[in-house]
């Protein structure tokens, strides 16, 4: 099969091909020349600038999930600090440190553990404030303003990895498949 498509190109395409560019005139195709050779230059300069602009992206995500990992901890520590400094002043204006943990869990009232919940919840409340502005930030950056080059290169360049950013990487790429 290979080799009736090679007799094929050579006998009948190659001839109408070399027919057509002899037609061309010189000046029209030294002009071509250049101004395909610009395109080509354009081009690659542009990818290029897509590529360095998508690895900053990728770069403050990566900042963004940082921070907001940072953030859960701080929220986690904050809660277990709070509920500790609280629970212990608690229990020290009851009096109730003589008492074993038993004893104590039938003797606090129900007012003292609304109390107790209220600013619990209060400080988890700020602190889930920012978390989600976080996560809103870095959702509006996976999503917003994907943007015609480098949607471009990123469907030209399926395959493409970065090194730092993979799971980010990925993760835009799934958004850009979306749309």
Do not use: C, W
């Amino acid at each position: 099969m290979f080799g009736v498509m090679s007799l094929f190109v050579m006998l009948v395409v190659h001839p109408a091909v070399d027919d057509f560019v002899a037609k061309i005139n010189t000046n029209v195709a030294f002009v071509l020349s250049i101004l395909f050779g610009t395109y080509f230059i354009v081009d690659t300069i542009i990818t290029a600038s897509t590529i360095l602009h998508l690895n900053e992206r990728l770069e403050k995500l990566h900042t963004l999930h940082e921070d907001l990992l940072e953030k859960k901890k701080r929220h986690l520590e904050v809660v277990k600090g709070h509920l500790q400094a609280s629970l212990a002043n608690q229990i020290e204006e009851l009096g109730l440190s003589k008492y074993s943990p038993a004893e104590m869990e039938e003797l606090l009232s129900s007012d003292f553990r609304g109390n107790f919940i209220k600013e619990e919840h209060k400080v988890m409340n700020e602190l889930e404030f920012e978390i989600k502005s976080l996560s809103n930030r870095i959702e509006e950056l996976k999503s917003k303003g994907h943007g015609v080059l480098r949607r471009r290169v990123i469907k030209a360049f399926p395959n493409m990895k970065s090194l730092k950013h993979k799971s980010l990487l990925e993760e835009i790429k799934e958004n850009i498949d979306k749309k």
